[in-house]
């Protein structure tokens, strides 16, 4: 079954602290990995994805096949990063049908 | 470009009720999807469309019909709201293929009582 786990709620850091949000998955195959932010009063939007290598606001995701893991990292947060955040998988071929993790929601205190 | 609208932002809705939800996009996309999202649950998929005429079940399907019968649209509809039904619902659409971003519309806050 396919499944995305998200253990942390909640995850409260001060400005300038380093940021690890979790994410676990569980997939029968090769997973496409995606997160999704949503700041107040936005829409649910696409902040990076796996395939793309990419890094966004200073944000990187690293795929680990061994642990089933997409942590979502940023070595020094800001006050503009607090949000809801979403981890989400993705068969790697044909019709794409996003599961998403329960959300943790990142508060960066001054 | 307006991207993905919803109407409408809220309803309140008695149970036994009829709605449908509207979803517009105005990027051209194939592919597109309703959600529903609830608290400690996430974001769950209740009937995708791969193209204009054609619909599938999702994850959460009973309870709701949809039709796209322009490409631009995707309807929601709940023929006899339950209080199960009240939720934030989300439509996206997005391209072809895996690794594509899908864009979400604002919300729709449905409360069933």
């Known amino acids: 079954a396919q499944r995305v786990t998200q253990p942390e709620k909640l995850l409260s850091v001060f400005k300038g602290a380093p940021v690890e949000l979790k994410c676990n998955y569980s997939y029968s195959g090769s997973p496409e990995l995606f997160w999704y932010v949503q700041y107040s009063r936005q829409r649910l939007q696409l902040l990076l994805r796996h395939i793309s290598r990419e890094s966004i606001k200073g944000f990187t995701a690293d795929l680990n096949k061994g642990e089933t893991s997409f942590h979502l990292k940023k070595p020094f947060a800001q006050e503009e990063d607090s949000a809801m955040y979403y981890c989400?998988?993705?068969?790697?071929?044909?019709?794409?049908?996003?599961?998403f993790g329960t959300g943790t929601r990142l508060l960066v205190s001054p | 470009n307006a991207g993905v609208t919803q109407t409408p932002k809220f309803r309140v809705l008695k149970t036994g009720q009829s709605m449908t939800l509207l979803c517009a996009q105005d990027m051209n996309h194939e592919y597109m999807y309703w959600y529903r999202q609830d608290p400690g649950m996430g974001l769950r998929l209740i009937h995708y469309?791969?193209?204009?005429?054609?619909?599938a079940k999702g994850e959460v399907p009973d309870g709701y019909n949809v039709s796209r019968l322009k490409k631009q649209n995707f309807l929601l509809g709940l023929e006899s709201a339950a209080p199960s039904q009240t939720s934030v619902y989300f439509c996206a659409s997005g391209g072809r293929g895996p690794y594509n971003e899908q864009f979400f519309g604002p919300g729709t806050r449905l409360t069933v009582l």
């Open positions: 469309s791969v193209g204009e005429g054609t619909t």
């Open positions: 989400a998988l993705s068969g790697n071929t044909g019709f794409q049908k996003l599961v």
